[in-house]
Nanobody, 122 residues
């Protein structure tokens, strides 16, 4: 069964760090571009970051550039999102998606996980 499972969310204070994991089962994540998305209550889904298949090229939204880092561990069939210097505008449901083509598919990614919740509060 093809599945993406996120973990690592939780409660953090502004300035703290969290590391989110996106683990795949039923397929080889190394053969897919993997993106992270977030959605805050009452807001639209926002693209956060993506790591491509080829050479591990990464892309990040301006709002997280310099603070969030996406990476792969092919041995663990997982992708991570290291989030540093969390800000009050970062909370939301964070979920990952995988696409066999690219980081920016025309019709959405092939697979999505259910997400993990990040809360930032002092």
């Amino acid at each position: 069964q093809v599945q993406l499972a996120e973990s690592g969310g939780g409660l953090a204070q502004p300035g703290d760090s969290l590391r989110l994991s996106c683990a795949a089962s039923g397929f080889t994540l190394a053969r897919y571009a993997v993106g992270w998305f977030r959605q805050a209550p009452g807001k639209e889904r926002e693209w956060v970051s993506c790591i491509a298949i080829t050479e591990g090229t990464t892309y990040s939204a301006d709002s997280v550039k310099g603070r969030f880092t996406i990476s792969r561990d092919n041995g663990k069939n997982a992708v991570y999102l290291q989030m540093n210097n969390l800000k009050p505008e970062d909370p939301g449901l964070y979920f990952c998606g995988a696409d066999a083509g690219s980081c920016f598919p025309d019709y959405g990614m092939d697979y999505y996980g259910k997400g993990t919740t990040v809360t930032v509060s002092s």
